[in-house]
């Protein structure tokens, strides 16, 4: 893997594998668990939904259900309408993108220069059997209630790869694509920068300084706000009563 692409091939997958493909003009990744035989364990609100807000820029902006062309796949069957976590051939995850590995245990100098989030973290991945173990786990059982900026697909691949929460309420989940959009949006939005420089160059320089740290800090690797949580306890809790999962945390 390098700073410019983190792509690989079906040859080079291995089960564990957290993987991830970019949607409609790179503006947004689904993410899920490889397990072998060609099939993706993923998180997902059902086609259109995945925003939230119920119109049709819903679909515009972004799916992260299988097969969104409408195409009913002969393995898998029509997945469009379903919801949670659920189990896609590598086709149908793909959804006519390209395949890319997500990156654990980076160096904090690769994970400023790499730029886009939702590719890598600087947190470690624990054994690829864990993180088969919680993915198939959870297929049966689910992972709360779907939100693009708390709980989602990426929010999900990570803690099945390292079995890490956000403890806090008041947060975004682990996601480094909404750490990104958060960072990005804080940057635009900070009207400081016009006191710290008058030059282009510099408030390019310091808009692009104030997007790293900030996706520095928010990243599941240095957060000092996460616990490790096994699998079963989130089955058990999912179990008591109707669940909600807010910034990583089942509450009820």
């Known amino acids: 893997m390098g700073l410019l692409s983190n792509?690989?091939?079906?040859?080079?997958?291995?089960?564990?594998?957290?993987?991830?493909?970019?949607?409609?003009?790179y503006i947004y990744a689904h993410h899920g668990i490889?397990?072998?035989?060609?099939?993706?364990?993923?998180?997902?609100r059902?086609?259109?939904?995945?925003?939230g807000t119920g119109t049709f820029l819903d679909k515009l902006f972004l799916s992260s259900s299988p097969v969104p062309t409408g195409a009913i796949c002969e393995r898998c069957g029509d997945q469009s309408h379903l919801h949670g976590v659920i189990k896609s051939c590598i086709d149908?995850?793909?959804?006519?993108?390209?395949?890319?590995?997500?990156?654990?245990?980076?160096?904090?100098?690769?994970?400023i220069a790499k730029a886009r989030g939702g590719t890598c973290t600087l947190a470690a991945s624990d054994p690829a059997e864990d993180g088969l173990h919680r993915a198939k786990s959870l297929l049966?059982?689910?992972?709360?209630?779907?939100?693009?900026?708390?709980?989602n697909c990426e929010d999900f691949a990570i803690y099945c790869k390292t079995g890490l929460l956000i403890q806090t309420h008041?947060?975004?989940g682990r996601s480094g694509q909404m750490a990104s959009w958060t960072a990005a949006a804080s940057t635009v939005m900070?009207?400081?920068l016009r006191f710290l420089t008058t030059s282009g160059t510099g408030l390019v320089f310091v808009a692009g300084a104030m997007y790293s740290v900030?996706?520095?800090?928010?990243?599941?690797?240095?957060?000092?706000?996460v616990i490790k949580i096994p699998v079963e306890r989130l089955i058990i809790e999912a179990g008591a009563e109707e669940p909600q999962i807010v910034s990583g945390l089942l509450t009820t």
């Open 214 to 225: 900030s996706r520095f800090v928010a990243d599941i690797g240095v957060r000092r706000d």
């Open 140 to 151: 049966d059982q689910g992972f709360g209630v779907y939100s693009l900026f708390k709980n």
């Open 190 to 192: 900070s009207s400081p």
């Open 170 to 172: 008041y947060s975004i």
């Open 92 to 111: 149908c995850f793909l959804a006519g993108g390209k395949l890319y590995i997500f990156e654990y245990g980076v160096s904090p100098a690769f994970f």
């Open 34 to 44: 490889y397990i072998g035989d060609d099939t993706v364990i993923h998180f997902t």
């Open 7 to 25: 792509m690989i091939s079906r040859d080079e997958l291995k089960p564990g594998d957290h993987i991830y493909s970019w949607r409609i003009a």
């Open 46 to 51: 059902a086609a259109g939904q995945e925003v």
